[in-house]
């Protein structure tokens, strides 16, 4: 008989398939509706520290009470207030509502105040927080020391908030991403990484002279990207280690979870095929384990990983004609 179940940071799941933060997960229906096809856990949508920043600024200018004394901080502070307190509503509905695991996320810049909520969403009853810390090393002023220190100062920071688990999403822009995750995991204040953090593409419209938006879903190919850093980093980093971007059908599952992946986030599959493709995902990766008389993931996960495979050179290699063409 197969067995889909694994643990993730402690807790335990029906199967590997957790529904990323999106728009997918921003309503309780959703998530409802999420679980009824199966999915193992859901993201909750992002609250945005730059969004809540932003808006209290805006709500603040606009204010007409600036004779009263105080008013234009009372009003920032109200609507940052407002944003988390309906992100706490969403959590604490969607707790009653469902029996899958609920991790909150927030997409955060910096180790400021705000982080404080991590507290809120805590005893709003979420399962685990997934940091997703936005870190795109563009100002030519900052070398990438100063740019890493942010994961260290908001994990730091949140870990003294909270006890549930703390998932820490990475981008891929790092000059020594190996030793950066390393470095991280020995700090003990998170309990998995996400790879990767998937950015805005931007575009331009050459005939309206605009900044548009590119390749808002991801495409089967960029699976390759975290598939790279899972095989290579699970045979040394203790913590889980989560597949994110390019997953778009069981077979990407499965080689995730070959490479050393413990779960897989799911996100663009999903909108583009309805909630229902998760039961034809899982389908296919029980007639995959059958095939291959596999009755359990743990027997063949890292299978496929830099420290078990004959080559491991193969997931470090960088010069593509080379590889495929043997030129010199």
């Not at 309780?28 to 730059?50: H, R, T, Y």
């Not at 969403?90 to 609920?102: E, G, R, S």
Request: proline share 3%.
């Amino acid at each position: 008989m197969i067995d889909l179940s694994t643990t993730y940071m402690g807790i335990k799941l029906k199967n590997p398939i957790i529904i990323g933060s999106s728009g997918l997960t921003n309503s309780v229906e959703k998530i409802k509706k999420l679980e009824d096809n199966n999915a193992a856990a859901v993201v909750i949508k992002s609250l945005f520290e730059e969004q809540i920043i932003h808006e209290s600024d805006v709500y603040g200018e606009n204010s007409s009470y600036y004779d009263y004394p105080e008013s234009h901080e009372y009003v920032k502070f109200y609507s940052k207030e407002y944003s988390v307190r309906n992100y706490l509503h969403l959590i604490q509905d969607a707790k009653k509502a469902v029996n899958i695991p609920v991790i909150a996320s927030i997409n955060c810049v910096s180790a400021d105040e705000w982080i404080t909520f991590a507290k809120k969403i805590e005893e709003a009853g979420a399962d685990a927080l997934e940091l997703n810390i936005s870190l795109l090393p563009s100002d030519e002023k900052n070398d990438s020391a100063t740019n890493e220190k942010k994961y260290f100062n908001v994990s730091k920071k949140v870990r003294s908030q909270i006890n549930i688990p703390i998932a820490l999403k990475m981008c891929k822009y790092s000059s020594g991403l190996a030793n950066l995750i390393q470095k991280l995991s020995w700090t003990k204040n998170v309990d998995s990484f996400v790879l990767f953090n998937r950015f805005y593409s931007p575009d331009i419209n050459i005939d309206k002279f605009k900044i548009t938006s590119s390749n808002v879903f991801s495409s089967p190919q960029e699976l390759t990207t975290s598939l790279r850093w899972i095989a290579l980093l699970s045979p040394k980093i203790k913590n889980d280690l989560v597949a994110s971007t390019g997953i778009h059908d069981g077979k990407g599952v499965v080689k995730q979870i070959l490479a050393g992946a413990k779960t897989v986030q799911i996100v663009s599959a999903i909108y583009q095929k309805g909630p229902e493709f998760i039961l034809t995902m899982l389908k296919d990766i029980e007639e995959w384990m059958t095939k291959n008389n596999f009755s359990g993931l743990d027997e063949f996960r890292s299978k496929m990983s830099s420290a078990e495979v004959k080559n491991p050179a193969a997931f470090e290699r960088t010069q593509f004609m080379k590889y495929f063409g043997g030129i010199e």
